[in-house]
């Protein structure tokens, strides 16, 4: 073919598609092969994408696909000249030997979709970067969201032979058996959590609700002290709600022990100035990676996720918090997009393979008492799609200026049990530590 003229030809196989069509008809059990992959806008042909939707119509009504049936469903649907009429039809099984090849010739098929959507992206890329009313930005994120859709489009499911799945599962239980005492996930730091958790596992959706200043925050950054400062694994935080300079501050009242208010105002006595100087020492080579963008948009968090994961390592992720996260449909119900959120975060942690850990308000009816899975805010999606959902409660009206008990109420576990949790709070520095029994 010219070279001029390849290049205004979108790419097809023309060849494929009439192959992918004749297969079906003369094997229709290969339906449930390709019903996945293909859709009827994946074909170039007009002609074809018709045929293919009365295939995919017949196979919703339980119809045997064959030439008669394909031609009786174009026909009552009125199509039956736009699919190129009973000649084209009957000519489709002459194409093809036998539907043996059929998974070659729909990848061929679904290849092909894709370049044509490329160069369709890049042309509207193009003519987005000429147009200087739109901010480089906006163009950057609209083809970020376009290749990202892209290829959620082309992911299939995989089939697990139960085989496979045995003997990865004895490989993984007698890892654990020659492993006594150690966490099978990424350890919290509290030990009655960690030893019903067996850490927060990978590709798990943790939530962690309660109401405004019960101290979300305080609790994940505890975590996170013991994990990336203790324990020296990668850990990412995005803060949507706090700046990296609050969240520096916390962190070094909480590792120096010393009086956040003090820090705040610089009345600080020498013996502090040093204590926060040796916590600021030992933080410094800590592989901690915190993300302070305020209302930050979902696609925005999911291409961030992924570059800390594969340019840092990070083994675990925490969200502060849940509802500060923006969707592109702003317009649509909170619900809608809370649920929109939550699906997405449990997919990226299934992703990534790493324990995303979700920080969500509770409904305002739980205030002063104790939380339960009805009160999480925004969807119930939340509650169905996370793996863990645990409640934070303390009784933040009661006077004690040094110590406080505080709970944590593990209500949803699907891979464990559930139950409560006592550990400590300190509100001169805003930690949460183990009690003393639990230590």
């Given at each position: 073919?010219?070279?001029?003229?390849?290049?205004?030809?979108?790419?097809?196989?023309?060849?494929?598609?009439?192959?992918?069509?004749?297969?079906?008809?003369?094997?229709?059990?290969?339906?449930?092969?390709?019903?996945?992959?293909?859709?009827?806008?994946?074909?170039?042909?007009?002609?074809?994408?018709?045929?293919?939707?009365?295939?995919?119509?017949?196979?919703a009504k339980n119809i045997q696909g064959d030439t008669l049936s394909l031609i009786n469903e174009l026909t009552v649907q009125g199509k039956l000249e736009a699919a190129g009429g009973t000649a084209y039809i009957a000519s489709l099984t002459?194409?093809?030997?036998?539907?043996?090849?059929?998974?070659?010739?729909?990848?061929?098929?679904?290849?092909?979709?894709?370049?044509?959507?490329?160069?369709?992206?890049?042309?509207?890329?193009?003519?987005?970067?000429?147009?200087?009313?739109?901010?480089?930005?906006?163009?950057?994120?609209?083809?970020?969201?376009?290749?990202?859709?892209?290829?959620?489009?082309?992911?299939?499911?995989?089939?697990?032979?139960?085989?496979?799945?045995?003997?990865?599962?004895?490989?993984?239980?007698?890892?654990?058996?020659?492993?006594?005492?150690?966490?099978?996930?990424?350890?919290?730091?509290?030990?009655?959590?960690?030893?019903?958790?067996?850490?927060?596992?990978?590709?798990?959706?943790?939530?962690?609700?309660?109401?405004?200043?019960?101290?979300?925050?305080?609790?994940?950054?505890?975590?996170?002290?013991?994990?990336?400062?203790?324990?020296?694994?990668?850990?990412?935080?995005?803060?949507?709600?706090?700046?990296?300079?609050?969240?520096?501050?916390?962190?070094?009242?909480?590792?120096?022990?010393?009086?956040?208010?003090?820090?705040?105002?610089?009345?600080?006595?020498?013996?502090?100035?040093?204590?926060?100087?040796?916590?600021?020492?030992?933080?410094?080579?800590?592989?901690?990676?915190?993300?302070?963008?305020?209302?930050?948009?979902?696609?925005?968090?999911?291409?961030?996720?992924?570059?800390?994961?594969?340019?840092?390592?990070?083994?675990?992720?925490?969200?502060?918090?849940?509802?500060?996260?923006?969707?592109?449909?702003?317009?649509?119900?909170?619900?809608?997009?809370?649920?929109?959120?939550?699906?997405?975060?449990?997919?990226?942690?299934?992703?990534?393979?790493?324990?995303?850990?979700?920080?969500?308000?509770?409904?305002?009816?739980?205030?002063?008492?104790?939380?339960?899975?009805?009160?999480?805010?925004?969807?119930?999606?939340?509650?169905?799609?996370?793996?863990?959902?645990?409640?934070?409660?303390?009784?933040?009206?009661?006077?004690?200026?040094?110590?406080?008990?505080?709970?944590?109420?593990?209500?949803?576990?699907?891979?464990?049990?559930?139950?409560?949790?006592?550990?400590?709070?300190?509100?001169?520095?805003?930690?949460?530590?183990?009690?003393?029994?639990?230590?």
């Amino acid at each position: 073919m010219d070279s001029s003229l390849q290049d205004k030809v979108p790419p097809h196989s023309i060849e494929a598609e009439q192959a992918v069509l004749g297969a079906l008809l003369l094997n229709w059990g290969a339906m449930a092969d390709v019903v996945s992959q293909l859709r009827p806008d994946r074909f170039y042909s007009i002609q074809n994408q018709t045929i293919f939707e009365a295939l995919l119509n017949l196979y919703a009504k339980n119809i045997q696909g064959d030439t008669l049936s394909l031609i009786n469903e174009l026909t009552v649907q009125g199509k039956l000249e736009a699919a190129g009429g009973t000649a084209y039809i009957a000519s489709l099984t002459d194409t093809v030997p036998s539907a043996a090849n059929i998974e070659y010739y729909a990848d061929m098929v679904l290849d092909r979709s894709t370049r044509r959507e490329l160069i369709k992206i890049s042309s509207e890329l193009k003519a987005s970067a000429f147009e200087l009313a739109t901010k480089a930005p906006d163009i950057l994120d609209s083809a970020e969201q376009k290749i990202f859709r892209l290829a959620e489009r082309n992911e299939t499911s995989v089939v697990y032979d139960v085989k496979k799945i045995m003997i990865r599962e004895i490989e993984i239980i007698d890892s654990r058996y020659k492993n006594k005492n150690q966490f099978t996930g990424v350890p919290t730091g509290f030990a009655k959590l960690d030893m019903m958790t067996s850490g927060f596992q990978k590709s798990e959706l943790i939530i962690i609700g309660a109401r405004p200043s019960i101290g979300k925050t305080a609790l994940a950054l505890s975590m996170m002290q013991h994990i990336a400062l203790e324990e020296k694994i990668p850990c990412g935080f995005f803060s949507l709600e706090m700046p990296y300079e609050s969240i520096g501050m916390r962190i070094l009242s909480q590792e120096a022990r010393v009086n956040m208010s003090r820090m705040r105002s610089g009345m600080l006595k020498l013996e502090d100035v040093k204590k926060i100087q040796d916590a600021a020492g030992r933080w410094f080579d800590a592989p901690l990676y915190t993300v302070d963008t305020p209302n930050m948009r979902l696609l925005d968090l999911r291409a961030m996720a992924r570059r800390l994961v594969v340019n840092h390592k990070v083994k675990i992720i925490f969200i502060d918090y849940i509802g500060l996260i923006s969707t592109e449909n702003s317009t649509a119900p909170v619900y809608e997009q809370m649920s929109e959120v939550s699906k997405s975060l449990k997919a990226l942690a299934r992703e990534l393979e790493i324990p995303i850990v979700a920080l969500c308000q509770v409904a305002r009816d739980a205030e002063g008492q104790e939380p339960n899975l009805s009160q999480l805010r925004g969807s119930g999606s939340i509650e169905q799609d996370a793996d863990v959902v645990m409640f934070l409660h303390r009784d933040r009206l009661k006077e004690e200026t040094n110590i406080q008990e505080a709970k944590i109420i593990l209500a949803k576990q699907r891979n464990g049990p559930t139950g409560d949790i006592k550990i400590m709070f300190i509100p001169s520095y805003s930690k949460f530590e183990n009690a003393a029994n639990d230590d």
